[in-house]
C-alpha cells in the first residue's frame, strides 16, 4: 500500500511539488521566526515534517523531504515568467523619500535619533536653530561627523514672513555663519519656522544662492498629546509617496516637550518604507525639488 502511494507521489510529482514548495515558504518563515540564527537546514525541516508522523513513516518522510528538496530547485528554475517579473520589477527605478529633523540640536533627543539613523543606515537633513547650535555646538558637529547635513532654521525659530526681507535675511544669514562656525562650511539650505515665509522672500532667497525647503509629509510629532508613535508611523506609512520629503523634529522650538514619540517611531518608519523598496536620500539630493512647493498641508509660500 505504502509502496502504490508512493509510485503515487511520482505519478504526481508536479502537483506535490507545489505544494511542498508552498509548504516550503511557510515553513521557513516559522523557522526563521522562530530563531533567527538557526536558519532554514534540511535538519529543521526534516524534524518539522515528521514531527506528527507516525514512526512506520518516518522513512516516507524523508524521502518527502528530498524530493522536496530537488523538487524546490526544479520549480525554481521553471518559474521562468515570475522570474522575468522579479527581474523587471528590480529594474525599475527605486522611489526615493527624505527624512527631515527641525527644531534641535536638543541635548536629549538628537543623539538618540543620529543613533537611530546610524543604525539603519540612513542619512538625513537636520533644520537647525542658530542659538541651539550656539548652545550645543558638539551635538551640532556630531550631526555633520555622521554624514548627515547641518541645515538653517534662522537663529531663534522666528516667523520671518512677519519680517522685512533686509531683516529676514541678516536672520538668516546670522544662522549660516554659526553652521560655518561649527562645522567649517554651510551649504545654504533653509526651511522656515512654521513653512511661513512670503513668495518674494522666497525668490529672493533663491536670488542669493539659497534653496528654500517645505515638506510633503508632515509626521506631526509635535503634537505630543494628541498623536501616539503608532499614529505617527500610520500617517508617515500611508502618506508618503515618491520624492517626499518627510518632516520630523528632534526637538521642541521651546526646548520644553518630550520627543520620545518620535524617537519611538522613527525605527519603524524607516524599516517599513525600506520594506516598501524606498531608497533614503538628503532633502537636498531629491532629484525633484519642485515637489516640495505642492505640499499636501496647502503650506504653501505665504
Ligand atoms: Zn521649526
Redesign the pocket.
Known sequence: MTRVNFINCFTYRGKILKLLLNYRLRIRKLILSQDRDSGFTTRNLYVFITNGFSRQFRNLALVLTVIFFIGCEKETINLTPESTLLTLNTSLPAPCIALTF??GPDPAYTGMILKILKEKNVKATF?C?GNKMKKYPKITKRIFDEGHTVAN?TID?SNIANKSFKDAFTNIMRTEKIIDSIIGSSQKLF?P??GKIKKEQKDSLSKYGFKVFLWNVNSKDFAISKYSPYMIVDMVIHGAQNNDIILF?DSD?KGKESRMSTVIALPQIIDILRAKGYVFKKAEDLTNNNKISETKENLLWE
Do not use: G, L, S, T
Request: net charge negative; charged share 25%; proline share 9%.
Open positions: 527641525d527644531d533644520f536653530v532654521h525659530h526651511r519656522p512654521w523634529h522650538y
